[in-house]
Structures are given as structure tokens and as C-alpha cells.
């Protein structure tokens, strides 16, 4: 460990301390500039047209007529745009979703596809020119069909998890069973909708470029437009200052940023391309719709001997994302044989993408429903069957733990929330109309960090600047970072200035992953810690300052391999009224492991918006689509259904305080996933304690309560 870690570590005196945003009083006045509103000289507006078949051919665009109507610059499409580097990779080896390929053929392959920009002095008058563009395809057949029993179904790893792992006998071991799970599981297509839509104003100037983007993460994109129209990346500048929420889908290059750049390249002047609601349904990616089927075996005492989780799940017919929803138990729990299978197939859809805790949020559906039930049939508590199977190092990898607390966090929070007292019988318990029942699920997200750069400067005034291209979405992260510096510095955390967003600071990995705070905060210390030692004399400050300038690649690199999550155990209470078949969650509790909580003002609001999410995903969200035009039912958020303010119950959060990992110095683990995953499943096992029926398809909506209460009664 570095003399600057250990310092950061040693003094902690603002971090785990609780402070308030640093832009929270420019978000709530207005004074915050996003995407969208950040001024430009001789600004024009481009809107986006997309198709209305699902799979074809362009044939011809009507542009003339277009262009004859007031305020109109210019008709994009595939006809007349800017050629780029279709073979651009982005910064992990990977081609980009032809999605961000704009105008370069003249395909579409799913509906929504985007088929030309109309630029005008008005986004007004772009809207108007955009509806009334006429646009002639050649159609072909589509299939949209995504079901359990597709021969064209193939196995494939996730952004993080491998296709198939095993180890064991599968079917000896379930053979030699005393019990066993075996249950089919369904979630549907869910999508990501941040409050601030995809935005990109941008400013070609010859070989210079200029963008205020909303993004997650400004260095990335500027690599990939840089590769996409073959500049020099030293000429590509983009800034996110503020960031109205990502969730993933902001992660990669999107239509609105190539546009946005193509129109300015042909005009030489600002153009702003800012997508609609519904546009988003359909070209910002969103969670894939999975199947799933979880087999479990164990002895009589409970302890597992087999577990098998295959999942299913959609992509496009150009690009392959795959929703990896069966890697969640390859760290959770062990078992002599253990098998895990993700598969995906291809459909005329869009492309997936990342989604708040990608594979994990519907993975532990699935997987920790199954062990509720089999804690059931075993005869045991769910908390110890879950107690029986901890694993002493990684089940699939071997790898020592760098810290494992879910069994902590699982007994504490069943202390906190009452546990002790749940009678295990369901459908005994009433209120009135409802039957009430409460539930449990065990959650986790692994621990990452990614190479980070930093500046920090010691300014003759006697205050500091750290510079990183950090992406606060909404997190809180620039705040937490100030904690970091201050505190690596030994100074007070006015004395910090933070600056982020903006790729001109050099490389630093995206907000995602929940390895963005890890990975930034590491750079931060590791910059502020040598600044430290450089100034320790007491040397006079010239007048631009004395700065460093930190690299994490090295420090990671050198990391010992351990098994490195963070934990949680979700606990629920609900009540169903089985006439109407309404649920209605009475009270969340949430009680994680998470390493250095930074800030714990905005670690609960990440934590309780997670739970929330998760939520949502158990009663609401679902995205239906229609077999016959290949399109969305509903895209807009009035169709979409999610939980609202009232659905939303009292939400419990706290957290154990871990102690340190002395191979990881920055010794934080990331928040931003771990508080969806496992919700879901804590819900439906408390949905099935109250009525006795096991829900295994989400949303679970009224109409599907209703008609499980009426079929157990038949049986």
C-alpha cells in the first residue's frame, strides 16, 4: 500500500461524514446547465425521423419538399451523410451498436430505426419538418417472438459473465437429492428512462469539435466520436458537467451524439439534437426480457448439492448484448455440482443494453425465489438454509474472499426488521381485506475498478482543484470526491475545489458498474497524496500552481485476485387483498455491505432508489410488445407503467461497517446497483407468505393474483 493511501485512510475525518451535494442548490434554482440548455452562437436544432416498419429497406426520402418548408437547413440520411468509420472500436476492443453507425446504409433492422435528421433554425421547425418527411421502404418479414422454445437459441457470455460455467455432476447430485426445486421464471422488457433525455449539442470547427453531451462518461465518448469521424482525440473536447441520470443507458455512443456532430460537420455551425421520450424506447437500449429455470437439490439438512440456473434472454439482429442473468449465483451460494447457462437469441428488436445491476437485478429473481422455496420445503428458515450454503471462497473460482458479510447483513437486518416473530405458515395472517406477509432475499454486485487519471493543483491562495472526467449523474460523485481529496490532502473540504465531466481531464472510466466512485476516488487520492508530500516543505506556490497528475493503471494491475462483491438482504412486507388482487408493499428494509460509505447522505438515496426500482420491477414495469407491427405498446411514459409516490412504502437502510481490505486501498465497493438486486425476489417470497402461492412471473399484477388465487382454490 502506497504512503498516500495509507494517509487517505488513516485520516478519514470528512469521508463517512455526511455532507450535501456541492451542485444541490444550482439543481433545485435552476442554475445547473445540462446538455440541452448550454448556449451556443448560431445554434440550429436537428430532430431525428425513425422508421414505422420493422424490417426493410429504405427505398427513397422525399427531401424536397421538406426542404422548402420554413427555417429548414438540411435532410440527413443515408443518401447524403457524412461517411465514418464503421470499423471504429471502442475502448474495450468491441465494435459499436450499428445503432451509433448512422446513415451509413440504407437497412432498417427493427422499429424506430433512425432514417434521416432534419436540421432547422427551430427545433419547432425541425419537429414539423420531421413529421411531415416521407419516407418509402421496401418491407420485409419480421419476428419479434421471444419464447422458451426458439432452435435458434445460442449460448453466450454477458459484458461480465461467462456463457457456461460447471462443475459436478448435475444430475447425480439432483438424483441423490433429498429435496429439490426445479421452476421456470419470467421477466419482462424493462426500460430506463432518466429524468433528462439523451441531449448532444455539438460544434465542428474545422478539425476541432466541441460537445456538451449527457453522457457517463465524457472521455469515452470522446474516443469513440474521435474514431467515428477520424479525428485527432486531442481535438475532440466533450462536456458533462451535469448529468440528469444515466442507469446505463448512457453509457455508449447514441444516435442524438452522431447526428448532432454530422449536422455540424455539413452546416459549420452548433447544431443540438435532443431526443423525444418515445425515440428513446427504441434507441437507447433498455433490460432485456429473460427466461429462466432454476434447479436446486439439497440433503435433508438443507445444504445444497446441486444448482442449476439457465436464463434466456433477447438481442438484436445486428449487435449481441446479452443479459446474463444466471451468473448471479456463481458467487452466492455453493453446491457440489454447480451449472450456470446464459443463452440469448436474435429478433427484429432493438439492441439491449445495460440497466441498472444488468444480470444481477433479474437474476436474483429468479435464483432467490427458488431458494425461498426451497427453504420451505426443507423445513427451514430462509435465513438459515441461506446460512447453511455460505461458500469460504469463490464456488466456481476458488478465490479467497476479500470480505463476505451477507450472512451478517441477512441476521442484522432480520433484527431490524422483526424476523424473529414471522409465524413461517403462510396465508395466516390478516388486516381487514389483506392478507399480510413478509419476505427476504439475499443481494450482491461485484467490485470493480478500471484505470483513472486525476489532477490535483495546489493553488497560491492556499485552496486545491482536482480535476478528474468523473460523471456525476445524479450520484452525488463530485461531492464524494471532494470528501477523498480533503481528507487525503489533511485540509478542510472547502478548501477543495472539484471539477468533472469534461474529457479535456484526461481518461477516466464511465459511471457504471458501480465501480465509478472506486475507480475515480482511487485516482483522486492517489493524485492528492503525492501533491501532499510535494508541498510538505512549505514552499512558497507559484503563480499557476504546483499540480499532479495521478495514473490508477498500475495500482490495479498489481491488485491480488480475490473475490471482491458488495453485499446486501432485502426484507419486505405486503399486503395482497385477493379480491382485487392488489399488492401493496407495506415496508421495505435494506441492510448492506458495502465497504467505505463516503457520503452517507447520498449512499441512501442511491441504496433507497435502488430498493424503489426494485420495487417497481416486482408490481409494475413491463413493456409489452406488439407481435404484429414488431412495436411497442405504450412507449412513452404514459404508458409505461411505474411506481408512482403513492405505491412507494416506508424504506429502511443501513449498512454494517466493514473493515478493511488491506490489499484494496481505497477500500469502497460501490453502491449504485447492489440496492435493486434482490428486491424483487424479497417482494414475491413475501407476496407468497401471504397468500400461499408462489408468483414466478413479473410484474406481479392484480389480474395474475386474481387468477393464481383462483386456481390454487380449484386445486
Same mark, same amino acid.
Given at each position: 500500500m502506497t504512503s498516500d493511501m495509507t494517509a487517505v485512510r488513516a485520516a478519514r475525518g470528512a469521508v463517512g461524514t455526511t455532507h450535501t451535494r456541492l451542485e444541490g442548490r444550482d439543481k433545485v434554482t435552476?442554475?445547473?446547465?445540462?446538455?440541452?440548455?448550454?448556449?451556443?452562437?448560431?445554434?440550429?436544432?436537428?430532430?431525428?425521423?425513425?422508421?414505422?416498419?420493422?424490417?426493410?429497406?429504405?427505398?427513397?426520402?422525399?427531401?424536397?419538399?421538406?426542404?422548402?418548408?420554413?427555417?429548414?437547413?438540411?435532410?440527413?440520411?443515408?443518401?447524403?451523410?457524412?461517411?465514418?468509420?464503421?470499423?471504429?472500436?471502442?475502448?474495450?476492443?468491441?465494435?459499436?451498436?450499428?445503432?451509433?453507425?448512422?446513415?451509413?446504409?440504407? =437497412?432498417?433492422?427493427?422499429?424506430?430505426?433512425?432514417?434521416?435528421?432534419?436540421?432547422?433554425?427551430?427545433?419547432?421547425?425541425?419537429?414539423e419538418a420531421a413529421e411531415a418527411l416521407v419516407v418509402h421502404y421496401e418491407e420485409e418479414p419480421f419476428d419479434v417472438a421471444f419464447s422458451a422454445d426458439r432452435a435458434d437459441? !445460442?449460448?453466450?457470455?454477458?459484458?461480465?459473465?461467462?456463457?457456461?460455467?460447471?462443475?459436478?455432476?448435475? $444430475?447425480?447430485?439432483?438424483?441423490?437429492?433429498?429435496?429439490? #426445486?426445479?421452476?421456470? !421464471?419470467?421477466?419482462?422488457?424493462?426500460?430506463?428512462?432518466?429524468? &433528462?433525455?439523451?441531449?448532444?449539442?455539438?460544434? @465542428?470547427?474545422?478539425?476541432?469539435? $466541441?460537445?456538451?453531451?449527457?453522457?457517463?462518461?465524457?472521455?469515452?465518448?470522446?474516443?469513440?466520436?474521435?474514431?467515428?469521424?477520424?479525428?485527432?482525440?486531442?481535438? #475532440?473536447?466533450?462536456?458533462?458537467? %451535469?448529468?440528469?441520470?444515466?442507469?446505463?443507458?448512457?453509457?455508449?455512443?447514441?444516435?442524438?451524439? #452522431?447526428?448532432?456532430?454530422?449536422?455540424?460537420?455539413?452546416?459549420? =455551425?452548433?447544431? @443540438?439534437?435532443?431526443?423525444?421520450?418515445?425515440?428513446?424506447?427504441?434507441?437507447?437500449? !433498455?433490460?432485456?426480457?429473460?427466461?429462466?429455470?432454476?434447479?436446486?437439490?439439497?440433503?435433508?439438512?438443507?445444504?445444497?448439492?446441486?444448482?442449476?440456473h439457465s436464463s434466456l434472454s433477447q438481442t438484436s439482429s445486428v449487435y449481441q448484448f446479452v443479459e446474463a442473468a444466471a451468473g448471479?449465483? @456463481?458467487?452466492? !451460494?455453493?453446491?457440489?455440482?454447480?451449472?450456470?447457462?446464459?443463452?440469448?437469441?436474435?429478433?427484429?428488436?432493438?439492441?439491449?443494453?445495460?440497466?441498472?445491476?444488468?444480470? $444481477?437485478?433479474?437474476?436474483?429473481?429468479?435464483? &432467490?425465489?427458488?431458494?425461498?422455496?426451497l427453504a420451505e420445503r426443507c423445513g427451514l428458515d430462509p435465513i438459515e438454509l441461506r446460512a447453511r450454503n455460505e461458500p469460504e471462497a469463490g464456488p466456481i473460482s476458488g478465490l479467497p474472499f476479500s470480505s463476505n458479510h451477507l450472512i451478517a447483513c441477512l441476521r442484522e437486518g432480520a433484527r431490524r426488521f422483526g424476523w424473529a416473530d414471522r409465524d413461517p405458515r403462510p396465508g395466516l395472517r390478516r388486516a381487514g381485506r389483506w392478507l399480510?406477509?413478509?419476505?427476504?432475499?439475499?443481494?450482491?454486485?461485484?467490485?470493480?475498478?478500471?484505470?483513472?487519471?486525476?489532477?490535483?493543483?495546489?493553488?497560491?491562495?492556499?485552496?486545491?482543484?482536482?480535476?478528474?472526467?468523473?460523471?456525476?449523474?445524479?450520484?452525488?460523485?463530485?461531492?464524494?470526491?471532494?470528501?477523498?481529496?480533503?481528507?487525503?490532502?489533511?485540509?478542510?473540504?472547502?478548501?477543495?475545489?472539484?471539477?468533472?465531466?469534461?474529457s479535456a481531464f484526461g481518461p477516466a472510466i464511465i459511471a457504471g458498474g458501480s465501480m465509478g466512485t472506486r475507480s475515480w476516488g482511487w485516482a483522486v487520492a492517489e493524485a492528492a497524496g503525492e501533491l501532499r508530500e510535494r508541498i510538505a516543505g512549505g514552499q512558497d506556490i507559484p503563480v499557476d500552481g504546483i499540480t499532479v497528475r495521478s495514473n490508477t493503471a498500475a495500482a490495479l494491475a498489481s491488485l491480488a485476485k480475490k473475490e471482491r462483491h458488495a453485499y446486501g438482504a432485502q426484507f419486505a412486507e405486503v399486503a395482497v387483498d385477493t379480491g382485487t388482487g392488489e399488492v401493496r408493499v407495506r415496508r421495505l428494509h435494506g441492510m448492506f455491505a458495502a465497504g467505505v460509505i463516503v457520503n452517507p447522505l447520498t449512499a441512501r438515496n442511491q441504496l433507497v432508489g435502488g430498493m424503489i426500482w426494485g420495487l417497481s420491477m416486482a408490481l409494475h414495469e413491463e413493456a409489452a410488445r406488439d407481435r404484429h407491427s414488431g412495436g411497442l405498446v405504450g412507449a412513452d411514459l404514459a404508458g409505461y407503467h411505474f411506481a408512482a409516490n403513492a405505491d412507494v412504502p416506508h424504506i429502511e437502510v443501513d449498512w454494517l461497517?466493514?473493515?478493511?481490505?488491506?490489499?484494496?486501498?481505497?477500500?469502497?465497493?460501490?453502491?449504485?446497483?447492489?440496492?435493486i438486486v434482490g428486491t424483487a425476489a424479497?417482494?414475491?417470497?413475501?407476496?407468497?407468505?401471504?397468500?400461499?402461492?408462489?408468483?414466478? %412471473?413479473?410484474?406481479?399484477?392484480?389480474?395474475?393474483?386474481?387468477?393464481?388465487?383462483?386456481?390454487?382454490?380449484?386445486?
Open positions: 435552476g442554475a445547473s446547465r445540462y446538455a440541452g440548455e448550454v448556449s451556443f452562437p448560431g445554434l440550429a436544432h436537428g430532430w431525428l425521423a425513425v422508421s414505422a416498419i420493422t424490417r426493410g429497406r429504405v427505398r427513397s426520402v422525399d427531401v424536397e419538399p421538406v426542404l422548402g418548408m420554413p427555417g429548414v437547413l438540411a435532410v440527413l440520411h443515408h443518401g447524403n451523410a457524412p461517411r465514418i468509420n464503421v470499423g471504429h472500436l471502442n475502448p474495450k476492443g468491441m465494435p459499436l451498436d450499428p445503432i451509433a453507425l448512422l446513415f451509413q446504409d440504407d =437497412r432498417v433492422p427493427h422499429m424506430g430505426w433512425p432514417v434521416a435528421l432534419i436540421v432547422a433554425e427551430t427545433s419547432e421547425q425541425a419537429r437459441a !445460442y449460448t453466450a457470455p454477458g459484458p461480465a459473465a461467462a456463457a457456461v460455467v460447471q462443475k459436478g455432476d448435475l $444430475e447425480a447430485e439432483l438424483a441423490a437429492s433429498a429435496v429439490v #426445486v426445479d421452476a421456470e !421464471y419470467t421477466t419482462p422488457e424493462e426500460h430506463h428512462n432518466p429524468m &433528462e433525455p439523451h441531449a448532444t449539442t455539438a460544434f @465542428r470547427d474545422g478539425d476541432r469539435l $466541441e460537445m456538451a453531451d449527457s453522457n457517463q462518461g465524457s472521455a469515452r465518448i470522446a474516443s469513440d466520436i474521435a474514431g467515428l469521424f477520424s479525428l485527432d482525440p486531442a481535438s #475532440v473536447r466533450v462536456r458533462s458537467e %451535469h448529468v440528469g441520470g444515466g442507469f446505463g443507458g448512457k453509457v455508449d455512443v447514441r444516435p442524438q451524439q #452522431v447526428a448532432a456532430v454530422m449536422a455540424s460537420t455539413v452546416l459549420r =455551425r452548433p447544431v @443540438r439534437v435532443i431526443m423525444t421520450r418515445r425515440q428513446m424506447f427504441s434507441l437507447t437500449g !433498455y433490460r432485456s426480457p429473460t427466461l429462466q429455470r432454476v434447479r436446486l437439490g439439497a440433503d435433508a439438512s438443507g445444504r445444497l448439492r446441486a444448482l442449476e448471479v449465483g @456463481r458467487v452466492m !451460494y455453493d453446491a457440489d455440482a454447480h451449472h450456470t447457462t446464459n443463452s440469448v437469441v436474435r429478433l427484429d428488436v432493438p439492441t439491449p443494453t445495460y440497466m441498472r445491476a444488468p444480470s $444481477e437485478a433479474p437474476g436474483s429473481f429468479a435464483l &432467490e425465489s427458488a431458494i425461498d422455496e399480510i406477509g413478509t419476505g427476504t432475499a439475499a443481494a450482491t454486485f461485484y467490485t470493480l475498478a478500471a484505470p483513472s487519471t486525476a489532477t490535483a493543483t495546489a493553488e497560491p491562495d492556499g485552496t486545491f482543484t482536482v480535476r478528474i472526467a468523473a460523471a456525476d449523474i445524479g450520484t452525488g460523485a463530485r461531492t464524494a470526491l471532494r470528501l477523498i481529496a480533503a481528507d487525503t490532502l489533511g485540509v478542510p473540504t472547502d478548501r477543495v475545489r472539484m471539477r468533472v465531466g469534461d461497517n466493514e473493515g478493511p481490505d488491506e490489499d484494496d486501498p481505497i477500500g469502497i465497493k460501490g453502491i449504485g446497483e447492489i440496492g424479497a417482494i414475491a417470497n413475501a407476496v407468497w407468505h401471504a397468500t400461499g402461492v408462489r408468483h414466478r %412471473h413479473l410484474p406481479i399484477r392484480p389480474d395474475r393474483v386474481l387468477m393464481a388465487d383462483t386456481e390454487s382454490q380449484d386445486a
